[in-house]
């Protein structure tokens, strides 16, 4: 058996984050469906590096919440 470390789960459930993080993920998925089709072609020739981290800003909040919603209490403290 390994012993597992989830400071970090215990950190955002403990400061009270995992709301913020669902928000924040709502608000990335709102800008890549609504925002990032009218900027794609003008900003993608000018700076492709930009859209790309917002994308994979996306990418990493579903991650983390994928990983931390696994324990029980970070799912409670998501609430509804």
Known sequence: SQMRDEFVMEALVLHEKMGV?????????????????????EAAERDGVRLYQ???????????????????????ACGD
């Open 21 to 41: 993080l669902v928000h924040s993920l709502l608000a990335s998925e709102l800008w890549r469906t609504h925002v990032y089709p009218r900027l794609r072609d």
């Open 54 to 76: 917002a994308l994979y800003h996306e990418a990493v909040l579903a991650n983390l919440l994928e990983v931390t919603l696994f324990h029980r209490q970070a799912c409670e």
